[in-house]
């Protein structure tokens, strides 16, 4: 956590000094990577760390059931993905000359992003276990894209050149508010699978098996 | 199930791997101790872990405190106090921190009990647990399971790589529990010594529960006896566990024995000199096939 403050932090002074636009776009995307980036690694890391210690025995042996567990790790997982949020708002905010609607609105998908992708990584880190929870989340990623770019290339009149200009529509229309709530409702329905279906996995499971 | 019988145990089985369990019947009564004991590998742990739900049997009917494990494992833990053979803890933490976690999930729980244990065990409270010793880290586990006042306490291989002396002081602090009356425990160990304190034995082999019975009528009926044969004996061997022969002097073990018993061997024509009790140790040996005075012969020879 304190890594990527520093480095967003860093980030954001740099971009207050840069004049080439272009550039400045590829470090604020360094910034609004962040929000990812926590939804990305969280999970796996808390379930690593649970596993490497031995503390998974300890929650195991807790008068406690699954939906008590998980609920407890994923609440963790957001609270620490909110503070990842706010240092990339910070970020922002920084390199934008303290305008605090702009950089909620660069922010805002890429926020609604990464909690997509922590419910999923926790869904997925609970049933194949941390180490092979990062692979599944790749598989699914690509397998999505190359679905939508073999989908491009099919329809009529369509080529690599309508799938750029369709990703690119695709993201102007994902920060529209409509966009925005679309994408909203998709995250918290991955978030929602993610947390029942580990719910049900580890009360399904006993102390023979690690996270 | 009467009111007293706070286990019952019907037709447990399980896999793990190669290793199967099976226990058709145990039962434990209300202010005792039940000392499980058994080899490593025996299904000692996977048995405890069955009774508080840690383990998901096939199959069996498990019902601890009149509550069935299968359905009320939540609350068959919230009272039950369990102490694993590796207590996991957070180490960055400190007793009184882990205490602040356990607390809420237990209904009976008292700060007042547990400052009384940290004492008595001489628990550091606010060092973090990763500088505690391991006989530290068995004492803050068996403060911790103490502090809700479980009606029945469940140990598995407690005193496990402790000193001498916090193994008696842990074996003295389960002894003291029961005698109200209203506590139970359950004690697993390969150490036979801390055993002493067990009502009951339950010895388990290969996953079998070959063995469960009163310490006292255990050490009753397992006996080791010497003699001499008095005339030619039809074949004894049947009357003994382990038996030995030697020109006019044999040796044999028993798990019967009895004024019944004796009768019985003296009619086959053998004389009792010397009868002696046998160690909880030997009882293991024999009852696991481990040992037998066949063997005992060879190594003096």
Sequence with gaps: ?211 | MSNDQIIRVVGLSHRLGRFELAIPELTMERGYVLGLLGRNGAGKSTTLGALVGLIKPAAGDITVLGLPVRSAAVEVRRRVGFVPEQAAFYDGLNATQTAAILAPFYPGWSDKLLQRYLTRFEIDAKQPIRSYSKGMRVKLALALALSHAPELLILDEPTAGLDPVVRQMVVGEIAGLVKDGRHSVIISSHITSDLAIADYIGILDAGRLILHDDQEQLRERWRKVSGATVHAPSDPTGLFLSYRRDGASFAGVTDHYSTEWRSQVEQAGLRLDVVAQLTLDEILAYATGQRNLSDDAREVA
């Design chain 1, 1 to 211: 956590m304190l890594v990527v403050t520093l480095i967003t932090l860093a980030t954001a002074l740099v971009l207050t000094a840069i004049e080439d636009q272009d550039l400045a776009i590829g470090y604020r995307f360094i910034i609004t990577l962040v929000p990812a980036y926590f939804g990305l690694t969280l999970p796996a890391m808390s379930f690593r760390n649970e596993n490497r210690g031995g503390t998974w025995r300890f929650l195991r042996a807790l008068p406690a059931s699954g939906s008590i567990v998980v609920s407890a790790k994923a609440g963790a997982a957001l609270l620490v993905l909110g503070a990842g949020s706010v240092v990339a708002l910070a970020g922002l905010m920084i390199a934008n000359g303290g305008s605090t609607i702009q950089a909620t609105r660069t922010l805002s998908l890429p926020v609604v992003f990464g909690l997509g992708l922590l419910g999923l990584n926790f869904g997925l880190c609970f049933r194949f276990g941390e180490r092979h929870a990062s692979l599944a989340l790749l598989v699914i990623l690509a397998t999505l894209q190359i679905t939508g770019m073999v989908q491009f290339a099919l329809a009529p009149g369509g080529g690599i050149r309508d799938l750029i200009t369709a990703v690119e529509q695709w993201f102007e229309w994902a920060q529209t508010p409509m966009g925005l709530l679309t994408c909203s409702c998709v995250a918290m329905v991955a978030l929602a699978a993610g947390w029942i279906l580990s719910i049900r996995i580890y009360d399904a499971r006993d102390i023979t098996h690690p996270m």
